[in-house]
């Protein structure tokens, strides 16, 4: 998740940048761009990449967070609610498995998300 958060990034600047370059080739010189005005859209550019950085470190430990949270919860019986069930099942949690970005956990043959869990025993 967080290459994708630093390509994003590097997109946004990527496209900015060559923006900038077209701007710059199609001004008119008797009118050229002002360099306050350069100097904003650049320290605007900085501050929408310093918003993606800190978003994709928030998304990391909120990972590590849902991580441990899982792993505690190894060998310990869970109450559930099985997708479409009416009434909700109790399993004991075998371990962890991480696929996608989530975290799930093992139970039998099933994998449970923790939003899921209603109940730990």
């Known amino acids: 998740m967080i290459t994708a958060v630093s390509q994003n990034a590097d997109s946004i600047r990527t496209d900015y940048l060559n923006l900038l370059v077209t701007q710059l080739k199609n001004q008119n010189p008797l009118k050229p761009m002002d360099n306050n005005e350069m100097a ?20 990391q430990v909120l990972e590590s967070q849902e991580l441990d949270q899982a792993t505690s919860l190894i060998g310990k019986t869970v109450e559930f609610f099985n997708p479409g069930a009416v009434e909700s099942t109790q399993g004991l949690v075998q371990g962890v498995d991480k696929s996608n970005g989530k975290v799930l956990l093992v139970i039998g043959e099933q994998r449970i998300a923790l939003n899921e869990i209603v109940g730990i025993q």
Request: net charge negative.
């Open 40 to 59: 904003l859209q650049l320290a605007a550019l900085s501050q929408l990449e310093q918003m993606e950085n800190l978003n994709g470190s928030f998304q």
